[in-house]
T-cell receptor
Framework: GAVVSQHPSWVICKSGTSVKIECRSL??????MFWYRQFPKQSLMLMAT?????????EQGVEKDKFLINHASLTLSTLTVTSAHPEDSSFYIC???????????FGQGTRLTVV | QKEVEQNSGPLSVPEGAIASLNCTYS??????FFWYRQYSGKSPELIMS????GDKEDGRFTAQLNKASQYVSLLIRDSQPSDSATYLC????????????FGQGTILTVHP
């Protein structure tokens, strides 16, 4: 199967600081990566879709200046939460897919706590 | 109407029974359908994918797809306590490249 590695698995940061989360596809080239946020007892909410070498497409209501996404290579995408606030505390999960396949595989997720 | 709908449950079945999870979707152009399992505090794990009408079996899991009824289901045979998790139905629409729409998930509890 396809392996997607996400780092860090958890992070605690102070309000007002920025946090970067990395998502790597370890054994395949990911033409598209997706970033989700999940609050407790809720389903996954897609934040943005990123294609290698192009700007990310953000879902309605997601602030692109707050959640910076970079997909610089076929194996790495990053999500930076800028000027984090307590309401940004959530479980952030990336997923990646190959160009010719429909399945998407998830990273382990990052639990962000902003204090 | 939600794009992908699941009964949130919880669905409780005894060990060894068949668990039946259901999902309906609104986009008739949808092409690909997936079932993910998510344990509490963990990220989703792909367990089944199905693309054409009918049944697809993989071990104790059977996915069923009926595009005319816009319905996809997952059967888990010989349910085990370790199957207790939230099961997410995901649908890839006909127009959105690669983007999956998730249902809210069904909580399954298998009791000994």
């Amino acid at each position: 199967g396809a392996v997607v590695s996400q780092h860090p698995s958890w992070v605690i940061c102070k309000s007002g600081t920025s946090v970067k989360i990395e998502c790597r596809s370890l054994d395949f080239q990911a033409t598209t990566m997706f970033w989700y946020r999940q609050f407790p007892k809720q389903s996954l909410m897609l934040m943005a879709t990123s294609n290698e070498g192009s700007k990310a497409t953000y879902e309605q209501g997601v602030e692109k200046d707050k959640f910076l996404i970079n997909h610089a290579s076929l194996t790495l995408s990053t999500l930076t939460v800028t000027s984090a606030h307590p309401e940004d505390s959530s479980f952030y999960i990336c997923s990646a897919k190959r160009q010719v396949r429909a399945e998407a595989f998830f990273g382990q997720g990052t639990r962000l706590t902003v204090v | 109407q939600k794009e992908v709908e699941q009964n949130s449950g919880p669905l409780s079945v005894p060990e060894g029974a068949i668990a039946s999870l259901n999902c309906t979707y609104s986009d008739r152009g949808s092409q690909s359908f997936f079932w993910y399992r998510q344990y509490s505090g963990k990220s989703p794990e792909l367990i089944m994918s199905i693309y054409s009408n009918g049944d697809k079996e993989d071990g104790r899991f059977t996915a069923q797809l009926n595009k005319a009824s816009q319905y996809v289901s997952l059967l888990i045979r010989d349910s085990q306590p370790s199957d207790s998790a939230t099961y997410l139905c995901a649908v890839k629409g006909g127009t959105s490249y690669g983007k999956l729409t998730f249902g809210q998930g069904t909580i399954l509890t298998v009791h000994p």
